[in-house]
């Protein structure tokens, strides 16, 4: 199983851009999905997560401009980005869980990621 995360590239301060990711194999079997990011020099923060049921959260500093949205019954998210600042330019990440066997007979949740996509802002 892995997920592809796709739909960064260049904005420009104020403009849109959308970012997916898609997982593989049973939908079901996937958790709550996050997007997550890094710039350099900087650690790895969390931007948003969608739950199973479509509840989000969000980073504080994303918070109104952001939106996380996730397909009923599928496995694929969005994150839909507005508004964008230069201080969004980093490496997007997608995160999500994958209930499997963790160990001989032992079922649990496997973290997985996505290959980063980079999004640049420039004014």
């Known amino acids: 199983v892995q997920l592809q995360a796709s739909g960064g590239g260049l904005a420009q301060v104020g403009g849109s851009l959308q970012l997916s990711c898609e997982a593989s194999?049973?939908?079901?079997?996937?958790?709550?999905f996050g997007w997550y990011r890094q710039a350099p020099g900087k650690e790895r923060e969390m931007v948003a997560r969608?739950?199973?049921?479509?509840?989000?959260d969000y980073s504080d500093s994303v918070r109104g401009r952001f939106a996380m949205s996730r397909e009923n019954g599928a496995s694929t998210a969005y994150l839909q980005m507005n508004s964008l600042q230069r201080e969004d330019t980093a490496v997007y990440y997608c995160n999500a869980e994958h209930f499997e066997e963790i160990s001989p007979s032992r079922y649990g949740w496997a973290p997985y990621w996505g290959q980063g996509t980079q999004v640049t802002v420039s004014s």
């Open positions: 194999g049973n939908a079901a079997a996937w958790s709550d």
């Open positions: 969608v739950d199973s049921r479509g509840n989000t």
